[in-house]
C-alpha cells in the first residue's frame, strides 16, 4: 500500500473510522452481554433455588398427604387402637410402598416407635424422626429435610388421631436421582446434592451432572459457608458455571446437606455468542463493503485526477493530442473540462507560436528559422550519403523603391507573389522557399550539386522577368541570387547562409543575376570588415581631414560659400578618395559619424573664417541615414550654438535618392531642420527619379545641379538644353540653383547668361584643404565679367 | 355455651335424685384449677370409697347425641356397667368408634336412635370418634362409683349423697395426656359439707 496515493488514504481511512465505530460498538455490546448473561445467570440460579425449594415442599406435600390418608385409615387406626403390631406394620409397608417412602414407622404417643417398616431403623432417622414427631405434636403433621447415613432424606410426621391423637406416621424418601432429574427438567440448571460427612468431607449424594464432573464439582466447594451463597465462577471440565449453594439440612456432628444448583456460563451465553458472531459477520461484511465502497469512490477521484495528472504531464513535454475524455457535472468534471480547455487553448497557442516562430506570416514560408533547421537536416543527409546540398539566397532590385512608390500594402503583394513564383519554380519535393526577411529569400536545394543548382537559379531569375501585375499596377522585377553549397562553401547552416549572402550581394553589386560563392569573395567581404574597423580607428586618430570647394556668386564672381567634404589620410596606404570608403560607411551607418564629425569641422571652421571677417555659407552632404535619424537637428543645433553661428550660415545638402528611400521620414528631418532656420539643397539634381510633386512639397532652398550635365554644356547642347531648364525649373520654384563642374569661363559665361545663380568646380578650385581656405580667398580674383548681352547659346 | 351448661345441670340433677340419702345431706364441693390457678370447667370430679363402704349402683342409661356434626355433651361421666345410647340427631349419618381400651365399639353408618345403648362395663377413659367426620370428638369417663360430678363455668362440681367414709377424690380433664390417670387426693366425708380443692398439671381450654 503506497500511503502517497490519495486513493489508498481515503479507503484506510474510511477503514479505519469502520472498524473503531464497529470496534466501540463491539466492546459495548460485549460488555452489556456479559453484565446480561451475568444478571441473567443470577436470577436464574435465584429462581432455580425458588423451584427446588417448592419442589421439596411439594414431594413432602405428596409424601404428606399418603401419611395422612395412611393414618386416617379406619382399620389402620382400628389396629392401633387394639395395639395389633402385625396389621399395623403390615400396613406401614402396603402403604409405604403405594407412596414410595422408603421407611414408614409409627411411633406412639410415648415417643416409642411401636412398629417400623425396617427391623432397625438407622439411629439418624430415629432420632429425626422423633424430633419431627415433637416439632408436630401441635400441628397437624410436619415435614423436614434430614441427613440420614450421609444422605438426605425428606421425612414427614403426621398424627393419627383416633379422634384423639393416638400416635404419629412418620415416612421418610431419600432425595434421589428421580426429583433432581424432575428439576433439571424444570430449569436449565444443573443440580448435585452434595452432603458433608462426618469427617467433614464433601461426598455426593445425587446429581444431575455426570459422575465425574461431579466429583471435580466436591473439590471447588468451601468448607464452610453458612447460608445459601453465590460462587460466581466455577470450572469444571471445559465449562464455566456460576454456581449457588443452598444449605438444605444440619445434621448431627456438624453434618451439612447442601445443593449446588450451577448454570453453564457457556450455555447461558450462547444465544449472546451467537448474536456477537452474527454482529462480527455483519461487522466484517460492513467493513469489506466499506472497503470496496470507499475504494469505488476513490477510484472514481482518483483515477481521473490520475489521468489528468498524466495529461499534464504530457502536456507539460508538449504532447497535446490526448483528448481529455471525462465526463460529469461534478469537481472533477469540471477540472476536467478546464483542462481539456486548457489543453486545447495550449495546442492553439503553441500551434500558433510555432507558425510564428517558424513561418512567415506575410508569404506562409517558412521564415529563416525553419530555414536554418531544413538546411541543417539537409546537411545532416549529405553528410551521410556523402552528397551535398545547395542553397540560394536572393534578393530583389529596387524593392524599397517600389515599396515607396506603390505603399507598403503594394510591397506586401508583391513579396506574396515572388514568394508563390519561387515556389512554383520548385522541380522536387523537397526543395523549399524560406522568406528570410525583407526582400530576402532563400531556396534549399537538397541532393544538388553546384550545376543543378545554377540552372534552378537561372529558372528562378528568368520567372521574374515577366512583369508582376497587382491590382492595375504592373512592376518589373530583377533580383541578385547568390548560391551556396554544401560540403564546399560551408558545414553548417549559418555558414552556408553567409556565405550564400556574400554571393549574393557580390551578384547584386555586379548586376549579374546570380553568383556562386567563392572563398575569393570572402575574402573581399573580409576586408570590408577591416575597412571599417579603420574607419573607426581614423575617426579617433583623426585621419580624416575636412576639405572645402568654394562656390561663387556667377554674376559678380565673389565667393559666398563653400561645400564641406572629407578625405581620409590613411597612413599606410596614404591619401583615400571618398568614393572608395563613403559607399561602405553608408551601408555600415558609420556615414552619421563621419557626418557628426563634418558638421562640427565645418562649424568650427565657418566660426573662425567669420571671426576674421569672412561670412562663408558652408555646405555639408547627408546621407539617406543621417535623414531618418531623428536626433539630427538636435545635435546640428547643438553644434550651431557650441559655435556661435546662426542656423543661416550653414546649408546641408541632400541627394535626391537620400529622399527617396523613406520620404515621409525624410520630409519630417528636413522640416525640423528648415525650422530651425538651416538652409537645404538638394545634390546631384537630374540624377534621380523624383518627382516633381514630391520635390515641389520639400522644404528645399537650392538646387544643385548635377555636375555631368555642367560639364559638357560647353559642346552638348542637351546638356545646356538640360541646364538651361534646370535652372528656370529652379527659380520657378523660388529656388536658388547652383551649378557643380565649372570647369571653364565659358562655362562660367554660360550659365551666368542662362541666369543660373552660383556655381563650383576646378575652375574656381578643387576642393582644398580647410586650413587653406582663407589663404586661397585673398588670392581670388573673379575672371573679367564679360557684359550682360553676350551671347547666350540657348 | 349457656345452653349446654343447663343440661349439665339436669343431668346432675338426675344423679342427685337416684341417690337421695335418707337423712339430710351434706355436699362435697370441689373446686378444680389449672396450671395457672384459672378455674376449670367440664372437668369430671369423682369420690371413689376407699374404706370399704358400700357403693350404690346408680346405672340409669345415659345419652350423647350427635347434633350439628358434634357429639354432646363433650365430657360425660358414668359408672361402669351403665348403657349409653347415641341418638343421630343430625340430617347425616355419623359412624360412632371408639378404640380405647375401656370400651372397643363401632356403630356403623347410622341415623336416629340405635336400637340398643352401649354399655360401657369397664373403668376408663372411652375417646368417642366419628369415623366419617374426624373433628367429632367427646370423652366418656366410666367411673366405679356414683359419686361423680363435672365442673361448672366457675370450676365448681359438687359431690353429694355420700356415705360417711373414706374416699379418693379423683379428677379427671380431657386435656389429660391420653394415658394419664386422674388425680388422686384422699378425702374424708363425715356428713359435714366438705369443700376440696383441685389444681391440674394441665391448661384448661375455653367451654365451647
Redo the contacts between chains.
Sequence with gaps: MRWHRLENRIVALFIVLILLVQLAGFVAIRKAIDENARASIRDELVIGERVFLRLLEQNADKLTQGARLLA?D?GF??A???DDRGTITSVLENHGARIGSTLSMLIG??QKIKASTQDYPSADLQRSSLELVAKAAETNGASDTVIVDDSLFQIVAVPV??????GWVVMGFPVDQKLISDMRALSSLQLSVMVSTRGGQWQQDVSTLPKEEAGMLLGQLPQQFSASSFIPQLKIGDNDYSARLLVLAKGASNQSAVAVLQRSISEAVAPYRRLQLILLTISVIGVAMAIFASAFVARRITSPLRSLADIAKRLGAGDYRARIDIKGGDEIGKLAEAFESMRTGIANRELEIRRLAYWDPLTDLPNRVQFATLLNAAIERAKASHGQCHILMMDLDRFQHVNDVLGHSFGDSLLREVGRRLELQLERENDKVARLGGDEYAILLPATDATEAIRQAKRILQSLEMPISIGDQTVDLGAGIGIAGYPENGQNSDTLLSSAEVAMYVAKRRGSGFTLYDPSIDKSSQESLSLLSELRRALDRNEFLLYAQPKVELATGKVVGAEALVRWVHPEKGFIGPDNFIPFAETTGFIRMLTSWMLNKAAVLCAELQKKGITLKFSVNLSTRDLLDQDLPMLFADILARNQLSPSSMCLEITESAIMDDPIRAQLTLERLHGMGVELAIDDFGTGYSSLAYLKRLPVDELKIDKSFVMNMEHDADDAKIVKSTIDLGHNLGLRVVAEGLETLAVWNLLRQMGCDQAQGYYMSKPMPGDRFAEWLEQWKAPEMPGQSENVAI | MFKGAVVLTALVAVADGTFAAPAAAATVTVQVLDVTGAPVPNAVVYAEPTGGQAVPKSLKQAEIEQKDIRFFPLVSVVQAGTPVLFPNHDKVRHHVYSFSSAKTFELKLYSGVPTSPIVFDKVGTVVLGCNIHDQMVAYLQVVNTPYFAKTDMSGNARLEGLANGKYALKAWYFKMAPNEAATEQPLTYQGADVAASVKLAVKAVPVQ
Excluded: L, N
Excluded at chain 1, 388421631?161 to 393416638?166: F, L, N, S, W
Design positions: 386416617s379406619f387406626r382400628q392401633i387402637g387394639t404417643t410415648d388421631r383416633a379422634p384423639v391423637t393416638i
